[in-house]
């Protein structure tokens, strides 16, 4: 798509904070207005449409795709959305450990054990692990427990936190980025330590370089823009 406009500004009333686009109001996908909750997120959109070139290339806006998933798929099915997320409290990553070699079974204790403790005390949510690749079954207390702070987001919070989760693989290691316990640098170290051990050991191919860095940018994507949503206590 062509860029068609010069200038691009934002607005701000008793509903929100919106982006013009020479004057005319963005749009979701779905045709809503772009109405965002904080002008910090507002002008961060903002500046992914004050960079496009001669065409907009979507894949260099991610606060505007995160934007517009919130008000398109959140708002309207915020329950399942919710669901969505807390599933993983049943399959969370920290709690698939390797029964093998013992020196990556013990990294995943050393550097998984300690927020999966965080997580107990902080939700009440004593998560059971296992070793291999099937998921122990979880108490449907701590389930529970664990939906209920994630019910606690708002629907633009909750499309961050789903990227999130999503990308890392656990909903605790989204949860502790989200508190603030830990930093977006160290979620991303604890969501790959499988993958450096295996790099370490065999190395690693272009291919598998490629994608690790799109998740990255991902991760560092959502974490960016759920600190805008001014919800959290998110570290930087």
Known sequence: MRRVYDQVATSADESGVTITLDGKTVKTPAGRPLILPHAPLAEAVAEEWAAQGETIEPDSMPFMRL?????????????????????YSETDLLCLRAAEP????????QDWQPLLDWCA???????????GVIAAPQES?????????????????????????????????????????????????????????????WGEDTEARDYAERLRVALFNSARFLKLCNHVKIAS
């Not at 013992?102 to 204790?109: E, M, N, S, T, V």
């Not at 702070?149 to 502790?176: C, F, K, R």
Request: aromatic share 4%.
């Open 67 to 87: 934007a517009a998933t919130a008000i398109d798929r959140v708002t309207d099915h915020r329950n399942e959305v919710v669901d969505e997320i807390a599933a």
């Open 102 to 109: 013992a020196d990556l079974k013990a990294r995943q204790a």
């Open 121 to 131: 005390e902080r939700f009440g949510a004593r998560l059971v692990v296992a070793e």
């Open 141 to 201: 207390a701590a389930v529970k427990a664990l939906r209920a702070a994630v019910d606690g987001y708002d629907v633009m919070s909750l499309a961050a936190l789903h990227g999130l989760t999503a990308t890392s693989g656990s909903l605790i290691i989204a949860l502790a980025l989200a508190d603030g316990h830990i930093d977006v640098e160290t979620a991303w170290r604890l969501s790959r330590i499988d993958e450096s051990f295996q790099a370490e050991r």
